[in-house]
């Protein structure tokens, strides 16, 4: 059998269901694993660094981490160790504040949802980039009454725009 027929027998016997181009949508992962992966950003992003740094660090690709990070594959256990060990977490860190639907997702094998709509769960709104940038920026202020002020000055915009019907 020669390379041509082996590939072409590979491809008629492949799965109808199987996604062949394009990346996985945000949330099409288990909403744990998506959970996890947006814990592991978040983490991340606060400590600066790049997805090919952290990848380095835990001898991965980029494109692996961001893999994890959307929940598009599932993080191993001996993995989100080596996870918590690169962004001086504990293991816990990457299942906190958890959101009760993603903690009661029913856990099926990779290939079966158990018809379970996955698409209803959002990731923590903590782990935007805007957010992220934000925080980041709030800490580089070195006087801490300036960043005090800030903060008092940031909650009462909040208010003032909670009370005003948005444009």
């Known amino acids: 059998m020669n390379a041509v027929s082996s590939n072409r027998i590979a491809t008629e016997t492949a799965p109808s269901s199987t996604r062949v181009a394009g990346?996985?949508?945000?949330?099409?992962?288990?909403p744990i694993d998506v959970h996890v992966g947006a814990r592991v950003r978040l983490r991340r992003t606060l400590l600066g660094l790049s997805q090919e740094k952290l990848g380095e660090m835990i001898s991965l690709t980029f494109q692996q981490v961001q893999k994890y990070e959307r929940g598009a594959n599932r993080i191993s256990a001996s993995r989100l160790y080596m996870l918590s060990h690169a962004l001086d977490?504990?293991?816990?860190?990457?299942?906190?504040?958890?959101?009760?639907?993603a903690a009661a997702?029913?856990?099926?094998?990779?290939?079966?949802?158990?018809?379970?709509?996955l698409g209803a769960f959002e990731p923590d709104p903590m782990a935007k980039r805007e957010t992220l940038e934000l925080v980041r920026a709030y800490y580089r202020i070195p006087d801490a009454t300036v960043r005090k002020r800030m903060f008092e000055l940031v909650k009462a915009v909040g208010k003032s725009g909670a009370e005003q019907p948005a444009a």
């Open 89 to 101: 977490v504990p293991v816990s860190f990457f299942f906190d504040d958890m959101p009760a639907d």
């Open 23 to 30: 990346r996985p949508k945000a949330g099409d992962g288990h």
């Open 105 to 117: 997702a029913k856990v099926e094998d990779d290939a079966d949802t158990g018809g379970q709509d």
